[in-house]
């Protein structure tokens, strides 16, 4: 079936440092979603991508459809971005397949 | 004020009962979804309705069985449960549409655990 292979599972960042979480998909994907899982467990949506790049303040996500991948790059590190991420990703139906998640622990 | 609701936030039931777990959704969607999280796994699709009609289901068991009396309402029904069955169960919702970015929104989930 349908594979979202997420890295690194778990990163450990300094305040102030930035690194990048990768997706890869195992068949063509139509469009990629982001998610952080907060405290409290409830999921905040962070990008929607169906091609290209976007970027919200110090995150950045990258979708090439034809490659395969999704990225979300993370710059200038908070205590607050400490949280579990995560890709998901579809075809253009209804069924949506999540990755694994990467668990970001931000340190001062 | 939170636009998916599940109710209730929690919930322990004894094996081979049934539960129901409540879903609604204020955000005017016509795609309503069911996703679960046992510990340590991804996410994993449940099912997907649009307009109150099942479109995929990926779930083996019978043993779930969606629920829609409204556009806004997919409950999920499960019966004879088991220990495996503990997980966190998730809502979520999004306007499917061929124009639209069909961007899922999740509701806060209902923990589940099976004694």
């Known amino acids: 079936g349908d594979q979202v292979e997420q890295s690194p599972s778990a990163l450990s960042l300094h305040e102030g440092t930035g690194s990048a979480l990768r997706c890869n998909f195992t068949t063509t994907m139509r469009a990629v979603q982001w998610f952080r899982k907060n405290s409290r467990g409830s999921l905040i949506n962070l990008f929607y991508?169906?091609?290209g790049t976007k970027e919200n303040g110090r995150l950045k996500s990258a979708f090439d459809s034809k490659e395969r991948y999704s990225t979300l790059h993370i710059r200038d590190a908070q205590l607050e971005d400490s949280g579990t991420y995560f890709c998901a990703a579809g075809t253009g139906g209804y069924k949506v397949v999540f990755g694994s998640g990467t668990r970001l622990l931000v340190s001062p | 004020d939170p636009k998916i609701i599940q109710k209730p936030k929690y919930l322990v039931a004894v094996t081979g009962s049934e539960k129901i777990l409540i879903c609604e959704q204020y955000?005017?969607?016509?795609?309503m979804y069911w996703y679960r999280q046992s510990a340590k796994k991804p996410l994993e699709f449940m099912f997907s309705y649009s307009y109150q009609k099942l479109m995929d289901n990926q779930t083996a068991s019978s043993r779930f069985q969606p629920q829609s009396s409204k556009k806004n309402h997919l409950d999920l029904q499960i019966t004879a449960l088991k220990p495996d069955d503990s997980a966190t169960y998730f809502c979520?919702?999004?306007?499917?549409?061929?124009?639209?970015?069909?961007?899922?929104?999740f509701g806060a989930g209902t923990r589940l655990s099976v004694l």
């Open positions: 979520a919702s999004s306007l499917h549409d061929r124009g639209s970015q069909n961007t899922l929104y």
């Open positions: 991508l169906a091609s």
């Open positions: 955000l005017g969607h016509n795609a």
